[in-house]
């Protein structure tokens, strides 16, 4: 456990910004698959600090057993999520001897990470990101930007008839999904979707995940 950096004052600071991009509040670990989710969607976002002990309503009862509650954390984090996420647990002191825990998960340079509910079946695994103050659930055109993020290297397409329909259909439009893609340019669904990972991945397109459908729009210039 890391010494507290974090006094009751800076606390009630950080509350009462409310839930966000970068942060959430959980009353309790009697659902720990929810917070996982949680640090493992701050993990693939931009990071973020997991305030157990808070509620939604931002009031801040704390936990009568942190101890407790950290042990239980700490041990799903490890069982559950792949690869390994960098973290760390602080506890921040209230008036009447309960605690908050402050789990600070920052950006993590070996993203994607999954929850992987049991180890016994290693492909049953599910990424989260964070969109605004919900993890939602990674796509498979998500999971693959993350990758390519990572890789760092030039990416190259060529501009043919399929991306000048997906132009023309966004110089006319906000948006577009992957299947509206397939549609429009008479092409598979899975060229579609590399086609969209390879645009965003070239700064050309923005995706914004959502736990119903992706929806990609032109990237705003700088």
């Known amino acids: 456990m890391t010494p507290s950096v974090m006094d009751y004052q800076a606390l009630k600071n950080l509350v009462k910004r409310g839930e966000g991009s970068n942060l959430e509040f959980k ?23 997991m305030l157990i002990g808070v509620g939604d309503d931002k009031k801040i009862p704390g936990l009568k057993y942190a101890d407790e509650d950290e042990y239980l954390l700490v041990r799903a984090i490890s069982k559950f ?10 506890r921040v002191q209230l008036y009447d001897e309960r605690e908050v825990l402050v789990i600070r998960v920052p950006r993590s ?4 990470h999954y929850i992987i509910p ?15 103050d919900k993890s939602v659930q990674a796509s498979r055109e998500v ?14 397409f060529s501009y043919g008839e ?11 439009h906000d948006s577009i999904t992957v299947d509206l893609f397939a549609n429009i340019a008479g092409v598979s669904r899975r060229i ?3 086609t969209l990972v390879l645009l965003v991945l070239a700064n050309v397109l923005e995706i914004h995940p959502s736990d119903v459908v992706d929806q990609y729009t032109t990237r705003a210039i700088q």
């Open 81 to 90: 999520c792949f690869p390994r996420i960098s973290y760390t647990i602080e």
């Open 109 to 112: 340079p070996t993203r994607p």
């Open 27 to 49: 009353l309790k670990t009697n659902h720990p698959e929810k917070i996982i989710r949680g640090v493992v969607a701050f993990a693939n976002t931009n990071g973020g600090i």
């Open 143 to 156: 999971r693959e930007i993350l990758k390519g993020e990572q890789a760092e290297r030039d990416i190259r």
């Open 118 to 132: 049991d180890p016994a079946e290693p492909d049953n695994k599910k990424a989260y990101v964070r969109v605004a």
């Open 162 to 172: 399929k991306e000048h329909k997906l132009m023309q259909h966004l110089g006319e």
């Open 192 to 194: 579609a979707s590399r």
